[in-house]
C-alpha cells in the first residue's frame, strides 16, 4: 500500500540456505571399500601370519628370563602350631618384639647362569596399596620444597606429632618396606648396587633436595623402616621406589642390583633382616633374583595374548575359505549400490 509520503515499503525475505561447497555438502572424494570375501579371508590372514610370530617371539624372550623366587616371611619364622590362627599369631608377636633377633639366613641355588645386571626385587602379596585413602595419603608439595613442610593436608593420621610436622608424611611412607638382604656366595659378599633404581623423574622433579625427613617415625606404631635424617629425600632411592603405589595387590619393587654373573648350580646365601610385618593382614614376602631380556623381566601373558589372537584370526580365515570353496556365492553387481548410482537429471 502507499505510504502517507507517497513512499512503497518492500519486504525482502533473507535466505538460510548455506553456500553450497563440496565439503558441507559431503561430497569429497572418499574411499569406500568392498568387504569381499577374499579382502576378508586376506585381512583375517594377514593378522594370523603377523600376530602369532610376535607372540612367539614374547615367548622365547620370556622363556630367556632367569629367576630366583623365595618366599622367606614363613620359612623365617617357622611356627609350631597347627593350629593357623594361633601360628599366625604367634609371627605377629615376634614381628612386634623389638628384641627379638629377626635375623635369617636363606640358601639359594642359581638354575642357570645368569649375566649381569642381575636384579634384586621383593614381591608382596595381599598389599593393597590401590586403596583410596592410601594412595591419598600423601603430600607432593612438602616432599618436593622445604618451604612447604608444614603442608600436611591428607596425610592423617601420620600428619603431625606434638604440633610439629612429619616429613615425609602420610601413610604411604609410614609404611616404607625396612626387610634388607646380604647376599654372598663362596662367603665372598655379593655387593648389591642401590643406586638409579628409582626414576630420574622423582629425583629431579617429585622430591626436593633441600628435604629432610623431620620427626619420621618418631611414635608408636611405627609402621616401617626409618630415614636417615642427614640425607634429602631425592637421595633416598628405597623411599622414592616405595612410594610409587602399585596399582595391584601383589606387585615387586626393585630393590638393587648385582652387577657380575652367576654360574649354574652356586650356592648364593642370603642373609635377611625380617623387618616388615606382614603377619598382621596375612600377607607374604618373597625375594626375587631376575635377570632381563628386550622385553624386561619374566612375564608369558603378552606372549600368549599374541598367539591366542593369532590362532583366532587364522581360524576365522580358514573357515572363510572352506565356506567359499565349497559353497561359493556369487558377488552382487557394485554398480547398484546407492552411492554408484548416476543421479537422474532433472
Same mark, same amino acid.
Given at each position: ?10 519486504? *525482502? ?21 568392498? %568387504?569381499? !570375501? $577374499? ?26 628370563? &632367569? ?6 616371611? =614363613? ?21 612386634? /618384639? ?7 639366613? @636363606? ?17 608382596? /602379596? ?15 608439595? #612438602? ?27 602420610? %601413610? ?27 626414576? =630420574? ?8 633436595? /633441600? ?5 619420621? #617415625?618418631?611414635?608408636? !606404631? ?21 612410594? @610409587? ?13 648385582? =652387577? ?5 648350580? =652356586? ?10 610385618? *606382614?603377619?598382621?593382614?596375612? $600377607? ?12 624386561? $623381566?619374566?612375564? /608369558? ?5 599374541? &598367539? ?33 548410482? &548416476?543421479?537422474?537429471?532433472?
Amino acid at each position: 500500500m502507499p505510504s502517507g509520503d507517497g513512499s512503497t515499503k518492500s519486504s *525482502t525475505k533473507t535466505s538460510k540456505k548455506p553456500q553450497y561447497s563440496r565439503f558441507t555438502q559431503q561430497e569429497l572424494p572418499a574411499c569406500k571399500p568392498i %568387504l569381499t !570375501p $577374499g579382502l576378508v579371508m586376506a585381512a583375517f590372514l594377514i593378522l594370523g601370519l603377523a600376530f602369532i610370530p610376535i607372540g612367539l617371539s614374547h615367548l622365547s624372550a620370556s622363556d630367556n628370563v &632367569v629367576q630366583l623366587i623365595d618366599r622367606y616371611d =614363613e620359612a623365617c619364622f617357622p611356627a609350631s602350631s597347627s593350629n593357623p590362627e594361633e601360628a599366625n599369631g604367634k609371627r605377629i608377636s615376634y614381628i612386634q /618384639d623389638d628384641k627379638t633377633d629377626k635375623t635369617c639366613t @636363606r640358601n639359594l641355588t642359581v638354575p642357570q647362569k645368569m649375566k649381569q645386571p642381575i636384579f634384586v626385587y621383593y614381591q608382596l /602379596d595381599e598389599f593393597y596399596q590401590n586403596h583410596r585413602r592410601y594412595v591419598r595419603s600423601r603430600n607432593d608439595q #612438602q616432599y618436593r620444597s622445604a618451604s612447604a613442610e608444614r603442608k600436611t593436608a591428607n596425610c592423617d593420621p601420620e600428619a603431625e606429632v606434638n604440633g610439629n610436622p612429619i616429613v615425609p608424611c602420610g %601413610l604411604i611412607a609410614w609404611s616404607l618396606f625396612n626387610d634388607t638382604y646380604s647376599l654372598s656366595r663362596n662367603d665372598i659378599a655379593l655387593p648389591i648396587n642401590k643406586n638409579g633404581i628409582a626414576w =630420574e623423574s622423582d629425583k629431579t622433579s617429585r622430591f626436593g633436595s /633441600d628435604v629432610y625427613p623431620k620427626n619420621f #617415625q618418631t611414635r608408636s !606404631p611405627i609402621g616401617g623402616g626409618k630415614l636417615n635424617e642427614k640425607i634429602p629425600l631425592n637421595q633416598q632411592e628405597d623411599l622414592l621406589v616405595w612410594m @610409587r603405589t602399585a596399582t595391584l595387590p601383589s606387585f615387586r619393587k626393585l630393590y638393587g642390583r648385582i =652387577e657380575t654373573d652367576l654360574e649354574e648350580n =652356586e650356592i648364593i646365601k642370603v642373609v635377611i633382616q625380617n623387618n616388615y610385618n *606382614t603377619y598382621t593382614f596375612s $600377607g607374604k614376602k618373597k625375594l626375587v633374583i631376575s635377570t632381563t631380556t628386550w622385553i624386561g $623381566g619374566k612375564n /608369558d601373558f603378552l606372549g600368549r595374548v599374541y &598367539v591366542t589372537v593369532g590362532g583366532i584370526c587364522l581360524l576365522i580365515a580358514i573357515t572363510y575359505i572352506i565356506f567359499y570353496l565349497v559353497r561359493p556365492r556369487p558377488l552382487g553387481d557394485p554398480a547398484y549400490l546407492s552411492w554408484n548410482k &548416476v543421479p537422474a537429471s532433472n
